[in-house]
């Protein structure tokens, strides 16, 4: 674990991170010794840290320290947080503070092979997203609302892979740790996420793969209906990559195509 | 400092605090060596613990600490923050991680003396507070909102003591760092929080006392166009106790005889 680029695990307990979530974050896998598509977290931890007026620390100095770390981890999942440094007194950022930047590294989680190849069960959470346009896209520190979609889900038990998240208005929005993504009509098609949710890495390399291999690419506004008539459905993340849904409510699924043709192509480009 | 009762002043960076706000906080005053209302503020932190599924440390244990800090800080704002403990992987707590709570002490803020006689001066903030019932009224740890909204004011530049914040249908809900109040025929009114909002120890107490000296007390959704008009506005928290408004827009108020009066009988209470 890296504080500021030093060996550390521990901040202090006036870092805004901590007192008001005042921070972003990125999950990123690291396979064989290379982390995977570092420059596209890089790009989304940037621009979310300008979203929030944070001085995000610079590629160069990142990289670095990333580098630094492979030796001794060159398998496992790396998390990098950017907070906006030590609390002066009160809610208003204060330009003068430096931010605090952490790296820390777990192992890769032992999912079951089979969820990536014959899917896995989704199910609907009963938390419905707020909807915060100023916040909506960014992966910052307030993250509550995963925490109890999460505690939701770990209670109905194992077979329950992940869990579908709304909005207050009924839209289908995102998994609690993922983004989701239907087919129908050959057409790729995942929310919008102006108002809340997360757009992970995976979510744009998804989308490029899609158009890159002619399908047309919607981000639109999806209702629950739609998701339980879709030809497919998936889910996506930075450390499993995509996974098929092979089960939501009453609807099963068992052709898979168009994820496993995505994943695929995905786990075939150039890492980068 | 004190972090789980023993001097210091640095938490672990998988502490789920930071990872993902994942805790609640209190903020007291303390003077001449007396916490105010300490009774108050653990009970309502043992109530957002509670709502979380937190567990609080007990009131001894917390009163003890407490306690041994006021030698030391006879005056001060003193904060108190009880996260879920540190992570293991993922969102979801675990039952077995044991709560990590910590104290600081901060001196107490140099307001200028006639905020709280003559009033201070109201601003609106652009942001609107998202609507989640599950975290509303908790006094938790995700305050990116407040952030935002605190950043707007201090723009703003220094007559404005207090930004005041609505929620997405245009509800008055609070200000930035307090709670809001309005005097309107010898009512007290304040706003609903059963959607967004904190829920504050100062908020409890005006509304009984203002019920103890016989005034109607209402709790419910309050429109901007209700406060542009009411006959006195007022603001409260653990710190500065209770501040008149003397301007919001072109509204102007120089009668605060229930604040006033208020802020004088709060003032007059029984510690506890």
Known sequence: MLVNGKAGNLISIRDRGLLYGDGVFRTLRVEQGQPLHWPLHYQKIQHDCNALGIACPDYARLSEELGGLLADHPDGVFKLIVTRGQATRGYAPVHHVTPVHLWDVAPMPEYPASWALQGVTLALCELRLAQQPRLAGIKHLNRLENVLAAAEIAGLGDPVA??????????VIEGTRSNVFLISKGRLITPDLARCGVAGVQRDRVMAYAGKIGMAVEVRDVKL????????VFLSNSVFSLWPVSRFEQRQWTD???????RAGLAGETNG
Chains 1, 2 share one sequence.
Request: hydrophobic share 40%.
């Open 162 to 171: 992940e869990g579908l998240l709304l909005d207050a208005d009924e839209n």
């Open 225 to 232: 209906d739609e998701l339980r008539t879709a030809d497919e």
């Open 256 to 262: 898979f195509d168009y994820a496993l043709r995505i």
